[in-house]
């Protein structure tokens, strides 16, 4: 075992000791400092870099905003308009009478040897109706053709005068339909 030998008077030896530990404790205290330094600037660094980047991103991002908030609102307003304007068209629609589908079924109950000369559309709104004339071969083929324009579904009414029975042979005619309210094919 080595034993060392200190030849110094014990209060130059105390005050080495303190001025030792005196010394070891400032330099903790200054590796303290320095790190907390360190800490607080990166930190103080990173607060700057975020708040400038929050700032450019919120301003670049407003007016991205501003115009999708602007964007959103032209395309809600133009939805709305389109649906009043479709409501407005199924209203008409609804209204409406399809004169071709009519004719086709018209033309459907016609009996062999009957000519259509005119047909005469009336689209009165509170009552439509549709009038042809022309020339048949007989009177049977104008008994036949009343009775079958009166199951056609659109029509709610058929008028013919008598004068229609007057010839037995090639006897013109002229028969008038009401049409329905509502009703098309």
Known sequence: MRRELNLLPPQRRRLLATQSMLDGATRVVRNLCAGLGVVIAGGLTLIIGL?????????????????????????RDDIISKNKLYEML???????????????????????????ERITIDAVVGEPALSFSGRAVNRNTLIVLEERLSTLAWAQGVTAPHTNLIDRLNPSYVFKLTVKKGESP
């Open 90 to 116: 199924y209203e008409i629609n609804g209204e409406r009478l399809v004169w071709s589908d009519n004719l086709r079924d018209l033309f459907a109950v016609l009996p062999p040897g009957l000519t259509v």
């Open 51 to 75: 708040q400038i980047m929050a700032y450019v991103a919120a301003r670049s991002s407003g007016n991205t905003l501003e115009q999708e908030v602007t964007s959103y609102q032209e395309f």
